[in-house]
């Protein structure tokens, strides 16, 4: 069955609209893929244009906006409506990293990650939440293990991803009732850039990466692609009745204590 794009609406996502921010690497790029592939029309956006660009060529339409500015997240949202006619999905995913314990990290170290990690959420969830009031949809936010439990060497990143659950639990209580779902997601340590940049940082890179999957009950790191088919079901009818929840996709490692 098609709908009056032609696409397939037999899919999971047929016809539904999703933008996803930091689609040029890692997760943002799976998320991308997983969803079209489910048959939605995926819009992408980056700072990192050639990566961004490489990642949608064959699925969607790529958009340079970098989600720390809130007025090019506001142009993406609006861009998007004007372009593809609705939003029905937004997947709050660009973040970055720094890798330094609490009494090392400046004032500048800690508004560059608030402005991306928070900020970037932030003002996702509030244009995706008004593209979306007269139609419903759902939000994604991919938030961490680490918005639980911590690593002392992430101590910003630790506070950030705390408050993405914060931002994801009051977009779901306001807004529930123009039928908005908002959802995040807890990655444990998945095979990305973010995460070689965290081991490369160490003296013995490789060994460093085999210590971090060997702390996994299942002894691996996840594949991006583990995290977005995860985005696929809060994305889809199959979560219908789940909002303002996290979802920790982490191979068990926070019900770990002993073994
Ligand atoms: N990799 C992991 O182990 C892991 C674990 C838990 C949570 N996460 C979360 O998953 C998400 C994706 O992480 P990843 O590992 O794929 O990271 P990544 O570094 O591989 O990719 C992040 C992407 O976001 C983009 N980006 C950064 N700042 C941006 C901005 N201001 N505007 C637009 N785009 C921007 C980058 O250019 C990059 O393409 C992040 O929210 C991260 O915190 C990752």
Redesign the pocket.
Same mark, same amino acid.
Do not use: W
């Given at each position: 069955m098609t709908d009056r794009y032609g696409t397939n609406t037999s899919s999971r996502l047929g016809g539904r609209v999703a933008v996803v921010? *930091? &689609?040029?690497?890692?997760? *943002?790029?799976a998320i991308a893929l997983e969803l079209a592939a489910e048959g939605a029309r995926v819009v992408g956006?980056?700072?990192?244009d050639a *990566?961004?660009e490489v990642t949608m060529r064959d699925i969607g339409l790529y958009r340079h906006?970098?989600?720390?500015r809130e007025a090019e997240v506001e142009a993406l949202v609006a861009a998007t409506m004007e372009d593809l006619g609705s939003l029905d999905i937004y997947v709050n995913?660009? %973040? &970055?990293?720094i890798e330094k314990e609490l009494v090392e990290t400046t004032e500048a170290d800690l508004d560059r990650i608030i %402005?991306?990690?928070v900020k970037?959420v932030f003002f996702g969830c509030k244009h995706a939440v008004r593209a979306m009031t007269a139609t419903g949809g759902v939000i994604v936010n991919?938030?961490?293990?680490?918005s639980f439990v911590a690593d002392g060497l992430l101590a910003a990143?630790c506070a950030t991803?705390g408050a993405v659950l914060g931002i994801t639990r009051a977009t779901a209580v306001q807004y529930g009732q123009y039928g908005i779902r908002c959802n995040a997601i807890?990655?444990?340590?998945?095979?990305?850039?973010?995460?070689r940049?965290y081991v490369d940082a160490g003296d013995d890179p490789e060994g460093r990466l085999r210590e971090v999957a060997s702390k996994s009950p299942l002894g691996r &790191? %996840?594949d991006?692609k583990e995290?977005a088919r995860s985005v696929v079901y809060l994305s889809s009818d199959d979560s219908s009745f789940m909002s303002g929840q996290t979802l920790v996709v982490d191979g068990g490692l926070m019900a770990l204590l002993y073994r």
């Amino acid at each position: 069955m098609t709908d009056r794009y032609g696409t397939n609406t037999s899919s999971r996502l047929g016809g539904r609209v999703a933008v996803v921010t *930091g &689609v040029a690497s890692g997760i *943002g790029r799976a998320i991308a893929l997983e969803l079209a592939a489910e048959g939605a029309r995926v819009v992408g956006c980056d700072i990192d244009d050639a *990566g961004g660009e490489v990642t949608m060529r064959d699925i969607g339409l790529y958009r340079h906006a970098d989600v720390s500015r809130e007025a090019e997240v506001e142009a993406l949202v609006a861009a998007t409506m004007e372009d593809l006619g609705s939003l029905d999905i937004y997947v709050n995913n660009a %973040a &970055v990293q720094i890798e330094k314990e609490l009494v090392e990290t400046t004032e500048a170290d800690l508004d560059r990650i608030i %402005a991306t990690n928070v900020k970037g959420v932030f003002f996702g969830c509030k244009h995706a939440v008004r593209a979306m009031t007269a139609t419903g949809g759902v939000i994604v936010n991919l938030a961490s293990v680490l918005s639980f439990v911590a690593d002392g060497l992430l101590a910003a990143y630790c506070a950030t991803k705390g408050a993405v659950l914060g931002i994801t639990r009051a977009t779901a209580v306001q807004y529930g009732q123009y039928g908005i779902r908002c959802n995040a997601i807890c990655p444990g340590d998945v095979d990305t850039p973010l995460l070689r940049a965290y081991v490369d940082a160490g003296d013995d890179p490789e060994g460093r990466l085999r210590e971090v999957a060997s702390k996994s009950p299942l002894g691996r &790191v %996840a594949d991006p692609k583990e995290i977005a088919r995860s985005v696929v079901y809060l994305s889809s009818d199959d979560s219908s009745f789940m909002s303002g929840q996290t979802l920790v996709v982490d191979g068990g490692l926070m019900a770990l204590l002993y073994r």
